[in-house]
């Protein structure tokens, strides 16, 4: 082996040097891309030193192959070592950097909005479906005979009065309460059943934050073979625990509906201090929540049922009232106001 | 109405009972408390004096000095009542008290003079609103220096009922009534107050008729001399203004006392102005007037019941006396009037006159008869005690239907078993004897013919519309036993699936395909629309033939604006999107507040076309079913089931039987969004948003019938105002097809499966230009009870497919008159008879380049008779493998073939695209 420095080891030096000092210099991926296609590409310097072999004489070709091949070599090397530092080093920046801002707002999606009163509707009648009762749905648009009459309220009382009432031309009215539906409800399903009818009701009284002349109620009936006072302290307190989704107390006062007989006025343990009296209760520790009692016999008739087969208990929950209690809405125009904006405080989980 | 405890305990026997503890158990039982109030707490220091000196104050001319004697001392005070006077008994309040009224008296001086306390008004001590004068104790006979409280009985526990809860209850308007009630609570001996012992004459008071047209059930009359009008004892005055009833004189004091203590409202005529010393009860004469107590004059009508004198009117029945006859100072002779009047007909004149009393708020609730005897008797004892010199000169004339027809007594025939089993108690729990006990308490009568049968007689205070069935023995078992004693009893429950009508589950699944999938916001309105809304938009439904259709009209309406029922949703959610665009909604949809999207769930109201649908089935009588719809042998099944009462109405119902109207569910979306400029009523919107609002509603009703299953819905514009397209049915009850804001240009019918089930319609740009905002608003109306009856698409589990499709778009210069609808019809047809499965969909319409361009929008402007650009995608797949580069050419020359077939579509420009 000569030890005489061959003319061509300085080429080969020299494009060593500025490939591996290029390769060095590269801070990212693209730029040692293309420094490897200045090396090794097919224009590249590397390349172009592979293919001088050629030129050379017979005696120094393999020297020269073997020179280029190792300078090739030591080139491909050095990309894929400062390739994978690269990487290393730019996942290691990622994970070193902390500006991020994790407590940046979301962007909100384009869902719509259900209405509050919709929400707990429908809440209400999976409570109620769970536990057996039939849903149904009744018309506004109701005969007298339905509102009033089949409902032991006769001409004389007081509820009849043009006051509290929506009266149409045709001679019908717009119903005073879900409970027109009673007699509907006795004749469409065979008894025993449990039943609620939930929908809006109209009373022709001036507005304010507190009264509103359209609101929503859910009426609840049950008819069975024995139904007692004890039955529907039973019911109430289950239903009742389960639309507030805690153990509710109810108690029971006297109250005067001409539909049931007993009636009473049903209070439920205050939601807000639990007992030892607060503001919203007035100190008492009891809510008064709604109207209940058992059906009375004529109301049984005008249903087309036997009193002497048949009993059952009724209620009137306000929906538009527990949609304010659930919510802290202090105005109650606010739910049929029209205003978008009111809605679109409550997201779409229908 | 206020219940003083101290009275309650003069009828029973209350020792050992706290009356604030008591509360509760009485608002359980009887009625509602609203409040408890302390009287006189506070009042212990405050002792009674006696004026014996009044000199004038030296600095001041409208303050005196008084010297009082108070037992072991006399104390001068200063003193700025107008109506002191030497010999004066009244209230002093000594130095470093503190009253109920907030005042604290101190050792102090008054305008330079000592003034070691002070003497007290009625409101300084907190007793009531009134300081115009010092309280003057008279008919206390207590010496000097005696306690207020011990002196006289002002220390009270007052109980502020719930007006509401005892409306039906006419015998709890009284103390009576009350302590009966409490009597039987605690168990203990109702003390009947004396209605012994009177000596009646046989003279006749007056001469009394009554009309038996009247509203007067029971006029009762007697007539006193010898009575010297003064002050009620202070006693009497303090009770009555604790009660809220001002005092007046002894004479009209005993009217009120009567009336506080037994309900029945009394009144007492000055005999000198009876005219003719007679009185008749009668229908009033249209046109009559009568100057009330307070110095009106009212004019009557023939529903009033009056009291007439020979001359004229001198009371109205029930609500208020006339000021002709008024108690005066110098009045002598009284003439009593006790009476019963129609519950009804004092409410309609107390209503009508706007004069809500005492007196009326209780005969309005129907008063017992009896009472107003009893009443009478209360009357003379009380009187002769307030004015101790009178006499009674008459007889106690006694008249009216109830007199000459006595009402017989209310009987109920039951089972203790029943009356048990209703309450969920054994008769362990509620023991014969209890029961027995609890009902005589309360005054009813009780036969029991064996073990279990019970006879009970209601008493007459209780009878007719308050107790009358075996249920109401219930409640008032019920309620002495205390409910809160009674175990709950789970209800037995039969393992069934609950019936939910198929309409349930379709309004949530539509709703949340509203709200979830198409990013609307429900909104929940009124069922009326308003007026002067639809009056400035030209809001109105006309029929195929252009007449208007008529909606349900209130007959009263609690304003101008609202005198309809709506028959579209729609209307209203119109007005709701003009609003909500004009204060903006919460700007979270990235359109920064100028679109809003709402939709509504509800009923329309749609009047019954008679008599062309009364023979349909579906139409609704608002009667019970078997009257309805049910042979004649279930209807007398029915009715023999029936109470009178209520048979009597069934019967009238039917007689007088109307259609209630069509009530259809429906669905109606609007979205709208805010225009720049307008003017002159003309606002023009961009074609590319119209056209924009347009497929975002189309897209809400394709996604609500994919949601519910149904198929695919047609669109088609009418083919004349107010005509359905061709093959399409619809049923009573229907959408209008011709509502004002109907676009005659922009808008389609939506069909499901052939049946007719609302409109989409961009607005009309008369409507469009009557909105107080600019703005392009497309609006939608479904009926889902129409949506409903068309049968259901079954989905199924398909596995998908297994090779890849392959896809190419096709742009189509078409005309105006171009529908995507037929085009893609075509285009699909043509292309599936080349390939196994292929899909067409519209991915791009290109109205206009020039508005693109910015430049004005002229569609025809160059000249072009193909202006619109319709792109369509083919998606096509072959069943058993992977689509040839044959397959794609094949479907591709299959879709231009027909393209060149289309009419609308520009001649020629196949062979374009395929060179
Ligand atoms: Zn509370």
Redesign the interface.
């Known amino acids: 082996m000569s030890t005489e420095t061959p003319a061509w080891q300085a080429d080969i030096d020299a494009t060593a040097a500025a490939s591996l000092a290029a390769i060095a210099a590269a801070q990212d991926l693209a730029t040692l891309r293309e420094v490897e296609v200045a090396a090794l590409g097919r224009k590249g310097s590397v390349t172009a030193l592979t293919k001088r072999t050629g030129q050379l004489d017979k005696s120094e070709r393999r020297a020269y192959g073997a020179a280029s091949g190792g300078l090739r070599k030591q080139v491909q090397q050095a990309i894929a070592a400062r390739r994978d530092a690269i990487r290393q080093a730019t996942v290691d920046a990622e994970l070193a950097d902390l500006s991020f801002d994790e407590t940046l707002p979301g962007t909100e999606p384009a869902g719509g909005h259900v209405h509050p009163l919709s929400r707990v509707q429908l809440e209400l009648e999976e409570v109620f479906t769970s536990m057996g009762f039939a849903v149904l749905d009744y018309p506004e648009i109701e005969s007298e005979f339905d509102n009033f009459e089949a409902l032991n309220i006769p001409g004389w009382h007081p509820a009849r009065d043009m006051q509290d009432t929506f009266w149409l031309e045709s001679g019908h009215l717009l119903r005073t309460h879900t409970s027109a539906g009673q007699v509907r409800a006795m004749h469409q399903l065979e008894p025993p059943f449990r039943a609620i009818f939930p929908g809006k009701v109209y009373r022709y009284e001036s507005t304010d934050a507190s009264h509103e002349h359209t609101f929503h109620q859910l009426e609840g009936l049950m008819i069975d073979r024995h139904v007692s006072v004890g039955h529907l302290l039973d019911s109430m307190r289950t239903l009742l625990s389960a639309i507030f989704r805690r153990d509710v107390q109810v108690r029971l006062r006297p109250g005067y509906f001409p539909f049931v007989e007993p009636g009473f006025e049903l209070d439920i343990s205050c939601q807000v201090c639990g007992g030892p009296g607060c503001s919203v209760c007035k100190h008492t520790g009891w809510v008064e929540l709604l109207p209940c009692g058992l059906v009375h016999p004529n109301v049984l008739r005008a249903g087309g049922l036997d009193p002497d087969e048949w009993q059952g208990w009724a209620f009137g929950l306000g929906l538009s009232r527990l949609v304010m209690m659930r919510y802290g809405v202090s105005d109650i125009r606010l739910l049929l106001g029209g205003d978008a904006r009111f809605v679109e405080g409550f997201h779409a989980g229908a | 109405m206020f219940v003083s405890w101290n009275w309650i305990s003069e009828l029973v026997d209350t020792t050992g009972v706290d009356p604030k503890a008591f509360a509760d158990r009485f608002?359980?039982?009887?009625?509602?408390i609203e409040g408890v109030v302390d009287v006189a707490a506070g009042l212990d220091q405050v002792v009674v004096a006696d004026v014996v000196a009044v000199s004038p104050h030296p600095n001041a001319d409208k303050l005196r000095l008084a010297d009082c004697d108070l037992g072991h001392a006399t104390v001068r005070v200063v003193c700025g009542a107008p109506d002191l006077r030497v010999g004066m008994r009244v209230p002093f309040v000594p130095p470093g008290v503190t009253l109920p009224s907030g005042i604290e008296v101190r050792h102090g001086e008054v305008r330079g003079v000592p003034s070691p306390g002070m003497l007290a008004s009625e409101a300084d001590l907190g007793l009531s609103e009134e300081h115009a004068g010092l309280l003057e104790l008279h008919g206390c006979d207590a010496a000097p220096g005696t306690p207020l409280c011990d002196a006289v009985p002002i220390r009270d526990v007052l109980y502020e009922i719930d007006n509401k809860?005892i409306?039906?209850?006419p015998d709890l308007w009284g103390h009576l009534g009350m302590a009966r009630e409490v009597a039987a609570l605690l168990d203990r001996p109702l003390l009947r107050p004396s209605t012994e012992g009177l000596a009646f004459t046989d003279a006749d008071p007056v001469s009394l008729g009554v009309s038996p047209f009247s509203a007067c059930r029971r006029y009762l009359c007697a007539r006193f001399e010898g009575v010297v009008v003064a002050p009620s004892p202070v006693a009497v005055r303090l009770r009555l203004r604790s009660l809220g009833v001002r005092p007046i004189s002894n004479v009209v004091d005993a009217t009120n006392l009567v009336m506080l203590e037994t309900g029945n409202p009394l009144h007492a005529f000055d005999a000198r102005h009876v005219r003719g010393d007679a009185i008749t009860v009668r229908q009033a004469v249209e046109g009559e007037t009568l100057v009330t107590l307070d110095g009106v004059s009212r004019g009557l009508t023939s529903a009033d019941c009056v009291i007439v004198d020979e001359v004229g009117p001198v009371a109205l029945a029930g609500v208020m006396g006339g000021a002709n006859s008024e108690i005066s100072g110098d009045t002598t002779a009284v003439v009593l009037e006790a009476a019963s009047f129609d519950?009804?007909a004092v409410?309609k004149t107390a209503?009508r006159l706007g004069m809500r009393t005492e007196s009326s708020a209780r005969f309005?609730k129907h008063l017992d008869p009896e009472t107003a005897h009893l009443a009478a008797l209360r009357f003379a004892h009380v009187l002769l005690r307030l004015s101790p010199g009178s006499q009674l000169v008459s007889r106690l004339a006694d008249v009216g239907r109830h007199v000459d027809a006595p009402p017989q007594a209310t009987q109920i025939h039951t089972r203790r078993s029943y009356l048990r089993?209703?309450?969920?108690?054994d008769a362990t729990q509620l023991t014969d004897a209890w029961m027995d006990r609890a009902l005589t308490a309360l005054e009813f009568d009780v036969q029991g013919p064996d073990e279990d049968a019970l006879v009970v007689t209601v008493p007459s205070f209780r009878a007719g519309r308050d107790v009358g069935?075996a249920?109401?023995l219930?409640?008032e078992l019920?309620?002495v036993y205390g409910?809160?004693h009674?175990?709950?009893?789970?209800?037995?429950?039969?393992?069934?699936?609950?019936?939910?009508?198929p309409?349930?589950p379709q309004d949530?699944r539509a709703?949340?395909a509203?709200?979830?999938g198409?990013?609307?916001?429900?909104?929940?309105?009124?069922?009326f629309e308003s007026e002067s809304f639809r009056e400035r938009v030209g809001l109105q439904e006309r029929g195929a033939d252009g007449d208007v259709l008529p909606r349900?009209?209130?007959?009263?309406?609690?304003s101008s604006d609202m005198t309809h029922?709506r028959r579209l949703l729609s209307n209203?959610l119109l007005?709701?999107t003009e609003?909500?665009l004009l204060?903006g909604?919460?700007a979270?949809?990235?359109h920064k507040g100028t679109r809003?999207?709402?939709f509504e769930?509800?009923?329309a109201?749609v009047?019954v076309d008679l008599p062309r649908e009364a023979d349909h089935p579906a139409v609704?009588?608002?009667?019970?079913?078997?009257m309805a719809s049910g042979d004649a042998a279930s209807q007398t099944a029915?009715l023999a089931?029936?109470?009178d009462?209520?048979r009597e109405?069934?019967q009238s119902?039917v007689a007088?039987k109307?259609p209630?109207?069509w009530?259809p569910r429906r669905l109606a979306i609007a979205i709208g969004e805010r225009l720049g400029g307008g003017q002159d009523g003309l606002v023009q919107a961009p074609r590319s948003l119209s056209v924009a609002l347009y497929r975002e509603a189309v897209g809400a009703v394709e996604s609500l019938c994919a949601q519910l299953q149904r198929p695919a819905p047609q669109l088609a514009r009418q083919p004349e105002p107010g005509v359905l397209p061709s093959g399409v049915t619809s049923g009573p009850g229907a959408v209008d097809l011709r509502p004002a804001w109907l676009h005659p240009a922009r808008h389609a019918t939506v069909a499901v499966a052939g049946r007719y089930v609302g409109l989409i319609s961009l607005v009309h740009p008369e409507v469009r230009g009557a909105l107080e905002v600019p703005a392009e608003v497309v609006l939608v109306e479904l009926d889902l009870d129409a949506l409903l009856s068309v049968d259901t698409v079954a989905e199924r589990g398909e596995a998908p497919a297994r090779f890849p499709p392959s896809a190419f778009d096709l742009t189509l210069p078409c005309q105006l008159s171009a529908r995507a609808a037929a085009l893609t019809g075509a285009l699909h047809a043509a292309a599936a008879a080349a390939v196994d499965d292929v899909d067409v969909d519209v991915r791009w319409v290109s109205e206009f380049v020039a508005e693109a361009g910015g430049a004005a929008a002229d569609p025809t402007g160059d000249g072009d008779p193909f202006p619109r650009a319709m792109t369509f995608r083919f998606t096509s797949r072959r069943a058993a493998g992977s689509l040839t580069d044959d397959d794609v050419r094949a479907v591709r020359a299959a879709v231009l073939r027909c393209a060149a077939e289309q009419a609308s579509v520009r001649p020629g420009w196949a062979a374009e695209v395929d060179a």
């Open positions: 608002t359980l039982a009887v009625a509602e809860s409306t039906h209850r519950g009804a409410r209503s309005e089993s209703r309450l969920g108690l069935i249920e109401d219930v409640e019920g309620r409910y809160d009674i175990p709950s009893q789970a209800p037995r429950v039969a393992a069934r699936p609950p019936f939910v009508p309409s349930k949530r709703r949340a509203m709200a979830l198409c990013g609307l916001t429900e909104l929940v309105l009124y069922s349900e009209v209130l007959r009263n309406h609690l029922m209203n007005a709701a609003r909500n204060h909604t919460r979270a949809d990235g809003v999207g709402l769930l509800g009923r109201f009047p609704d009588w608002g009667l019970p079913a078997p029915y089931n029936l109470n009462v209520l109405g069934v119902a007088t109307r209630l109207p009530q």
